[in-house]
């Protein structure tokens, strides 16, 4: 445990400066990790449960369905990361947002994308070039959907 409070205490002080110069046009993106979580939300705004399912299928924003088994009718999903059928009781909020939010900053040798991180990426899309994959409310609405997930 104590290698991920580093590696999330790390991760902050990156949070807190930003993306790097040739990028300095990219909004911070701001949060705080304590222990294995990101307990606050990024917005401050509630979460839509129905749009974060939407999300999590939609095959060109969340693709969650790409790699992870859920509850929903989306054909083709993937079996590369874990099944999310009762995430919802297996994590808490703010280790769901951690996960969404930077799944590196949890396990290191993940294949996850960071949906909600602009600095220190390699080969990113032109179009998500100096913008995070999801925006914060976005991200609230996925972590709000997965919390459904019991």
């Not at 445990?1 to 409070?5: K, N, R």
């Not at 390699?122 to 899309?125: Q, S």
């Given at each position: 445990?104590?290698?991920?409070?580093a590696a999330c205490a790390v991760a902050f002080v990156g949070v807190l400066l930003g993306a790097p110069a040739a990028a300095s046009s990219a909004p911070a993106l701001q949060y705080t990790v304590a222990g294995d979580g990101i307990p606050h939300s990024l917005t401050g705004v509630p979460g839509d449960p129905t749009r974060g399912k939407a999300l999590v299928a939609d095959r060109k924003l969340g693709n969650c369905v790409a790699c992870h088994q859920l509850p929903l009718d989306a054909p083709f999903q993937g079996n590369v990361g874990p099944n999310l059928a009762g995430v919802g009781s297996r994590l808490?909020?703010?280790q769901l947002r951690l996960r969404v939010?930077?799944?590196k900053l949890v396990d290191a040798t993940t294949i996850m994308p960071a949906f909600y991180r602009v600095a220190g990426l390699?080969?990113?899309?032109q179009d998500f070039q100096g913008r995070p994959m999801l925006s914060a409310q976005q991200v609230e609405d996925v972590v709000?959907?997965?919390e459904t997930l019991k």
């Open positions: 445990m104590h290698h991920l409070h808490s909020v703010p939010v930077d799944m390699n080969d990113v899309a709000t959907f997965l």
